[in-house]
Antibody, heavy 121, light 106 residues
Framework: EVQLVESGGGLVKPGESLRLSCAAS????????MNWVRQAPGKGLEWVSS????????FYADSVKGRFTISRDNAKNSLSLQMNSLRAEDTAVYYC??????????????WGQGTLVTVSS | IVLTQSPATLSLSPGERATLSCRAS??????LAWYQQKPGQAPRLLIY???NRATGIPARFSGSGSGTDFTLTISGLEPEDFAVYYC?????????FGGGTKVEIK
């Protein structure tokens, strides 16, 4: 059974940093690209970042480019999102999602339950 | 690419047919997916590449369209189908979601 478990969320002040993690199990992690998607309270879904299997290709939404860094450790079946210079508008539930698109990214076939990040003074 | 979903809210009774629309600001070919999200839960993949049902998705869910106009149809609403539905395009970066359609019980 595919499982994705996010951790690392919490309450931080504007300008601070936070690191999210996603522990994957039930599939060959190194064979799948991975993604982060977020959802502000009461709002819709927003794609944040994607990383290919060997970390060769990495993509970011403009809203987080230069502040967030996605990375993965295939030996530990783990995905991370380093978030710096956090802003109030980064407040959201952050989901880790597996990418089932073989030749084209963006097919989020399995999702974790999410971790809440709150940025407030 | 901007995805516009309509209507924002759909009020229907169990057993009725639901028709949800997703329109793209430019062609996304067939690279469009539909997701269902219930309160407090993560989204679930329903349809990918416009018309392919994901694993385990009931046959009452179907998708159609290509280019800029897409439709998700639920042929007979079950109580568990009342939720918010999102479309997502993966034709080009940045990946974008539509704003969602809430299907509520009338």
């Amino acid at each position: 059974e595919v499982q994705l478990v996010e951790s690392g969320g919490g309450l931080v002040k504007p300008g601070e940093s936070l690191r999210l993690s996603c522990a994957a199990s039930g599939f060959t992690f190194s064979s799948y690209s991975m993604n982060w998607v977020r959802q502000a309270p009461g709002k819709g879904l927003e794609w944040v970042s994607s990383i290919t299997t060997g970390s060769t290709y990495i993509f970011y939404a403009d809203s987080v480019k230069g502040r967030f860094t996605i990375s993965r450790d295939n030996a530990k079946n783990s995905l991370s999102l380093q978030m710096n210079s956090l802003r109030a508008e980064d407040t959201a539930v952050y989901y880790c999602a597996r990418d089932g698109g073989n030749s084209r990214l963006g097919l989020f076939d399995y999702w974790g339950q999410g971790t809440l990040v709150t940025v407030s003074s | 690419i901007v995805l516009t979903q309509s209507p924002a809210t759909l009020s229907l009774s169990p057993g009725e047919r639901a028709t949800l629309s997703c329109r793209a600001s430019q062609s996304v070919s067939s690279y469009l997916a539909w997701y269902q999200q219930k309160p407090g839960q993560a989204p679930r993949l329903l349809i990918y590449d416009a018309s392919n049902r994901a694993t385990g998705i009931p046959a009452r869910f179907s998708g159609s369209g290509s280019g800029t106009d897409f439709t998700l149809t639920i042929s007979g609403l079950e109580p568990e189908d009342f939720a918010v539905y999102y479309c997502l395009q993966r034709s080009d970066w940045p990946l974008t979601f539509g704003g969602g359609t809430k299907v509520e019980i009338k």
